[in-house]
C-alpha cells in the first residue's frame, strides 16, 4: 500500500458518508487525485479546515491497488486563498478556475505546467483585484496546455504574420485565417485582442492582469477562449454563468 507525499490545491470536495467525504485536489506530481477524508465530518476533526475548496496544502495520501478512490492520511495548511474575507468577483473566479482545472486535468497524470499555473492565478487574483484579464489569461493558457488552443499568430492558410492584426478564428478546423483569406467567415478577434494574445505568451499572470486591456480585446478574448472550452469539454462549466452574473452586477 504506497503513501504519497504532495504539495497540492483542493478543487472541491463532495459527501461521501455521515462523516466522510471525497476530495478532489490536483498535485504536480500525480495529477488530478480522488480521495477520501474519513471522519473529516465531525465536529473534531483536525482536517476539516485544511481540506476546503482552493486550499493550497501538503499532504500524505494512499491507494489500494485496484481501486480508483484513495485515503487521505495527514495534511498540513500551506496557504487558504478564500479564506481572508475575498469579495464576491474573487469567490466566483477562483471557483471557476477550480473548475476548469478539473476538467482539463487527467486523473493520476502528472502535470506540473497546469498546477503551477493554477497556483500563480490565485497568488496573482490574491494580491490583486480579480478582474477580465485574469479570467482569460487562465482559461488561454489552460487550452494551450492542453494542446487545444490553435496558434493564431499566423494565417493557417497563407502563413501571413497576424500578431497585431485581427484575424477569423474557425473553431471547428482549429485555424486562424488572415481577413483576406477567411472572407468574412469564422470568428472575429480584432487586432487589440491579437495583440494580447501575443503578449499573454510573454507575461505572467500578474504583469498580464495589471496591463491595459481595452473592453473590445476582453470581449473578443471572452468569445474566443469561452467557444473554445465550450467546444472542447462539450459543455458550458456551471461556474462560468455564476462569475458572469458577479461581474454584472458590480
Request: some cysteine.
Amino acid at each position: 500500500m504506497p503513501v504519497f507525499e504532495a504539495e497540492a490545491i483542493v478543487l472541491r470536495q463532495y459527501p461521501l458518508s455521515d462523516s466522510d467525504r471525497i476530495i478532489v485536489f490536483i498535485t504536480r506530481e500525480y495529477g488530478k487525485i480522488r480521495s477520501a477524508a474519513k471522519g473529516v465530518k465531525k465536529i473534531q476533526s483536525h482536517m476539516a479546515g485544511s481540506l476546503e475548496p482552493l486550499n493550497h496544502i501538503r499532504l500524505e495520501f494512499y491507494t489500494r491497488e485496484g481501486r480508483d478512490l484513495g485515503q487521505i492520511r495527514q495534511v498540513e495548511l500551506v496557504h487558504s486563498y478564500l479564506g481572508m474575507n475575498p469579495d464576491l468577483k474573487r469567490i466566483c473566479a477562483f471557483n471557476y478556475f477550480a473548475e476548469i482545472a478539473g476538467e482539463i486535468a487527467q486523473d493520476n497524470q502528472a502535470n506540473a505546467p497546469l498546477f503551477r499555473l493554477l497556483l500563480a492565478v490565485l497568488q496573482s487574483g490574491e494580491k490583486h483585484a480579480v478582474n477580465q484579464a485574469l479570467i482569460r489569461y487562465f482559461e488561454i493558457w489552460c487550452l494551450k496546455l492542453s494542446g487545444l488552443f490553435p496558434n493564431y499568430g499566423y494565417c493557417s492558410n497563407c502563413g501571413k504574420c497576424v500578431k497585431d492584426e485581427r484575424f477569423f478564428a474557425r473553431l471547428e478546423a482549429g485555424q486562424g485565417l488572415c481577413s483576406t483569406c477567411a472572407r468574412g467567415r469564422g470568428l472575429k478577434i480584432g487586432a487589440s485582442a491579437s495583440a494580447a494574445l501575443e503578449r499573454m505568451t510573454k507575461l505572467s499572470p500578474e504583469q498580464f492582469m495589471t496591463y491595459p486591456l481595452s473592453e473590445e480585446a476582453a470581449g473578443d478574448l471572452e468569445r474566443l477562449s469561452g467557444r473554445l472550452l465550450d467546444l472542447h469539454l462539450e459543455k458550458r462549466l456551471k461556474s462560468y454563468r455564476i462569475l458572469k452574473e458577479a461581474f454584472q452586477s458590480q
